[in-house]
Nanobody, 120 residues
Framework: QMQLVESGGGSVQAGGSLELSCAASVRTFSDFNMGWLRQAPGKEREWVATITWTGGSTFYADFVEGRFTISRDNDKNMLYLQMNNLKPEDTATYYC?????????????WGQGTQVTVSS
């Protein structure tokens, strides 16, 4: 069973950047499509981005607007989310999970999350 541990969250001012990391404990990480999702206080969890198992295709929610980049290193069992030009509305707990699709129900094996806070 896959175990996922996120890191890299923190507090930044609007316009700043953060890179989130997700370490996967699984024998064949390269077999799995992976995604990032987030949940803001008082809101439903929402999909952010997905990368296919080879890294050959990536998909983003409309609100990303070219500011985030999802990537992976299959040799290191690592998933990343580079976030630039952060906005206060990006404040949320960010989760990595296994799966593909644009709803949280498409994903399994969630990590514990890492908090991102963006101040104006």
């Amino acid at each position: 069973q896959m175990q996922l541990v996120e890191s890299g969250g923190g507090s930044v001012q609007a316009g700043g950047s953060l890179e989130l990391s997700c370490a996967a404990s699984v024998r064949t990480f390269s077999d799995f499509n992976m995604g990032w999702l987030r949940q803001a206080p008082g809101k439903e969890r929402e999909w952010v981005a997905t990368i296919t198992w080879t890294g050959g295709s990536t998909f983003y929610a409309d609100f990303v607007e070219g500011r985030f980049t999802i990537s992976r290193d299959n040799d290191k069992n690592m998933l990343y989310l580079q976030m630039n030009n952060l906005k206060p509305e990006d404040t949320a707990t960010y989760y990595c999970a296994e799966g593909i699709g644009n709803t949280p129900q498409d994903y399994d094996h969630w990590g514990q999350g890492t908090q991102v806070t963006v101040s104006s």
